[in-house]
């Protein structure tokens, strides 16, 4: 199997699924319980947040979630309501996870107004979500990487330009396809929300980081875990097992601009084919096939056991709003291909992927 | 006090001499499904079935939810089996009723004598049914209009029976008392309706479904099969026949003329299904097409369709409105499964501009282009044969 649709999911590495069995088989206590194995179980957490957060590079408190829906949710509909006298706009972008635009529609529903930037329309994208902040903006949320494209927003530039502008605007980066992939100087947020699942840890596990003095609502109430943020017993295996991921994770800068560049320039050797990515984390390629339906490309490369996203693209036929935020045209959008890479992604991976796409081509263009 | 479930006859009750085939088979249906509720005794008479419950733990509730699915019912009463003692009715039937009439503030009642041996006339039975409610239940109103409940009092041959909650059934004819009919499944909203409605009227309902791949994908078979699993409840067991079509979908696109994909892909798959209709002895296909819908489903379009067909074509759905057949998906559960967005063959080479109004003999010109008949025999051998149970 050449699995190339790491931005969708990861296979949990070893490290991982390892610390997880082991907690599960020998440290399974509550982390409230007072006796010992409640201890042990809540040492685990403390650890995993000291990693987490030393990988994040910024100082604040972890809350573990059950994934970044999750997170994005608290973040959004928390802060709406703990800091509800600072204002009733939010400046976020058009190119957002569903987990973001959702709970910011429910909030529109409820007197809030959004503004929505695509990246499309500017050169310098972040001054623009700064110049879009007033006086009545409570929230900024941006993604830091986006899961199509791999476009990277500097959430740094912003949080520096808006907490000039209005200190009391905060600022939230959803950076679940960023993180250990992006550079770490270009994060920046009072809040940040994280996955494991992207990162091969396991699915089910989630973060939110909150910068200090920060408050939000909790989302859910019951035993008070979590400072009485985040109620609900820890999942304490799974966040051994994100613990082992952040640590797992190597530096693949290097290695991920090389297999874009091999796999741009096959590509390129074929014709028809658009690239859709700019300024984007070398891990993800989106790119379009000219004539050949992404839903058809997908399926046909499925047979040789090659995985790869439509990216998001047309769900339902319908084109993704996404795309077009970044430029693609409806009809390159509606033949986009999204490959992305894990630290185990090979040249020959890569390679296989372009040979797939040449035969897919000669099977279905007319 | 013994409970039974009485399951009363639609249209089976007005059969002649070989009314007791239908309610052999109504019978047989029953106990199959209700086989994972516990053990019961089915006995009939007066166009009734009774399902007494013979332990403790058989499951009265599950069964008449399974009773409310299956065709050939009109109505299901939970009640009381009583001696035909009047002061016994009252004394063991006015505490059987309380769980109902607690929770209502208006009632009325209905008697039925069929033993006309039985001391009382209706009307006094009427009336001292609903003094001895009111006096039981005194927060209770009569209201003969629009009453909360109704509470029936059936004097029969052997007990007497009291329930207060009618509920309706499916109606129609049991599935198998009409011979067998092969479905032309898609997964879209239409389909599963239309197996439904021939189930209804007694036939035997099997499926057979197209698949494309790569041009469909894994997911649109598991939602058919999903379909195929929300059907079982009315139509009983489903065998499922799987076809692959992507080599006849690619020749079709490569040798006819493009305005003619769908309609020669609708006269394909009906030889196919013809095919499978001789060999496993079906009488009818069944579809769920409705006029004017889309292009293939013209009134000149369905005429060239026809023609592909020896066996008659089932359109119970052919003259509804959208808004009616989702309002039976709704209501038989298919719709949410329908409406998952996977591509099925039918959209696969969707012409620009296809023929709204195809004359037959363009079209089967347009299709003599090439030779179809071994693709067609392929398929047919490599079909997959999968069983769904109810």
Not at chain 1, 222 to 234: F, I, W
Not at chain 2, 165 to 172: A, D, F, H, R, V
Not at chain 2, 215 to 235: D, G, I
Request: charge should be neutral.
């Amino acid at each position: 199997m050449i699995y190339l649709d790491n931005s969708a999911t990861t296979r949990p590495c070893d490290e991982a699924v390892k610390a997880a069995c082991e907690n599960m088989k020998n440290n399974f206590g509550n982390p409230s319980s007072l006796h010992k194995a409640g201890i042990e179980a809540e040492k685990v957490i403390k650890s995993a947040k000291k990693t987490i957060l030393a990988k994040l590079g910024l100082e604040g408190e972890i809350y573990f979630t059950s994934g970044a829906t999750e997170s994005n949710n608290t973040v959004i509909l928390g802060t709406a309501k703990a800091y509800k006298h600072n204002g009733k706009k939010i400046v976020t972008t058009s190119t957002e996870h569903p987990s973001v635009s959702a709970p910011i529609d429910k909030l529109c529903e409820q007197g809030y107004t959004a503004v929505r930037l695509s990246p499309k329309d500017y050169d310098d994208f972040e001054k623009a979500v700064i110049d879009a902040v007033d006086s009545d903006t409570f929230l900024v949320s941006v993604m830091w990487v986006n899961n199509e494209t791999g476009f990277i927003t500097d959430t740094a530039k912003i949080y520096n330009g808006v907490k000039r502008k209005n200190p009391k605007t905060i600022v939230h980066v959803d950076a679940v396809q960023g993180f250990c992939k992006a550079p770490p100087k270009t994060l920046k947020a009072d809040f940040i929300s994280l996955s494991a699942h992207k990162i091969h840890g396991i699915k089910g596990i989630g973060g939110l980081f909150v910068a200090k003095n920060m408050r939000f609502e909790p989302l859910l109430y019951g035993g008070g875990q979590q400072k009485n943020l985040r109620s609900g017993t820890e999942a304490v295996d799974l966040i051994a097992g994100f613990e082992a991921a952040v640590k797992y994770y190597p530096d693949c800068t290097e290695k991920y601009a090389r297999l874009n560049e091999i796999l741009q320039e096959r590509l390129s050797a074929l014709e028809g084919i658009t690239i859709n990515s700019y300024n984007n984390t070398k891990n993800i390629l989106n790119f379009s096939v000219k004539g050949v339906r992404s839903e058809i490309m997908l399926h046909f490369l499925e047979e040789s056991e090659i995985y790869v996203s439509s990216g998001s693209a047309c769900s339902k036929g319908k084109t993704s709003g996404v795309l077009s935020a970044f430029g693609v045209t409806d009809e390159n959008a509606d033949s986009a291909i999204r490959a992305s890479f894990c630290p185990e992604t090979t040249e020959e991976d890569i390679i296989a992927l372009a040979d797939g796409i040449k035969k897919g081509i000669e099977r279905f263009r007319r | 006090m013994q409970e039974v479930i009485m399951v009363k006859y639609g249209e089976i009750a007005l059969k002649g001499l070989n009314k007791h085939t239908f309610e052999d088979m109504l019978i047989r249906n029953i106990k199959r499904r209700l086989k994972s509720c516990g053990e019961f005794e089915y006995s009939r008479r007066q166009s009734t079935v009774y399902i007494k419950p013979l332990s403790e733990d058989a499951d009265i509730d599950g069964a008449i939810e399974r009773l409310k699915c299956i065709f050939g019912i009109a109505a299901i009463q939970r009640s009381a089996q009583l001696p035909k003692n009047w002061d016994e009715i009252v004394k063991l039937g006015m505490p059987y009723l309380e769980d109902v009439l607690s929770c209502v503030k208006t009632f009325k009642v209905d008697a039925k004598r069929s033993d006309k041996a039985f001391p009382m006339k209706t009307p006094d039975i009427q009336r001292e049914l609903g003094g001895a409610i009111l006096s039981a239940y005194p927060h209770l109103k009569v209201d003969v209009h629009n009453p909360d409940v109704t509470v029936i009092l059936e004097i029969r041959d052997t007990h007497a029976f009291i329930n207060a909650e009618k509920l309706p059934g499916q109606g129609g004819m049991p599935v198998g008392s009409s011979g067998n009919a092969l479905l032309l499944l898609s997964g879209g909203i239409d389909s599963p309706v239309a197996a439904y409605m021939m189930a209804k009227r007694g036939l035997n309902v099997d499926a057979i479904h197209f698949q494309s791949p790569p041009y469909t994908s894994e997911r649109a078979l598991m939602k058919v099969e999903e379909l195929c699993e929300k059907l079982t409840p009315y139509c009983g067991d489903i065998r499922f026949y799987c076809v692959p079509f992507t080599e006849i979908q690619e020749a079709l696109r490569d040798n006819c003329p493009e305005e003619y994909f769908t309609i020669i892909m609708r006269r394909l798959m009906m030889k196919i299904a013809n095919k499978i209709c001789e060999e496993k002895d079906y009488k009818a296909l069944i579809t769920g097409e409705s006029v004017g819908q889309v292009a293939s489903q013209t009134l000149m379009a369905l005429a060239c369709t026809d023609k592909a067909s020896d066996v008659p074509v089932f359109r119970p759905v052919i003259g509804m409105d959208k808004k009616e057949i989702v309002e039976i998906a709704r209501r038989i559960d298919t719709f949410e499964t329908s409406i998952l967005p996977y591509e099925d063959c039918c959209t696969v080479f969707t012409p620009k501009h296809p023929k709204t109004k195809p004359v037959i003999s363009e079209v089967e010109e347009a299709e003599a282009g090439f030779d179809f008949a071994p693709l067609l025999e392929k398929a047919v051998k490599e079909i997959v044969i999968k069983d769904f149970k109810a």
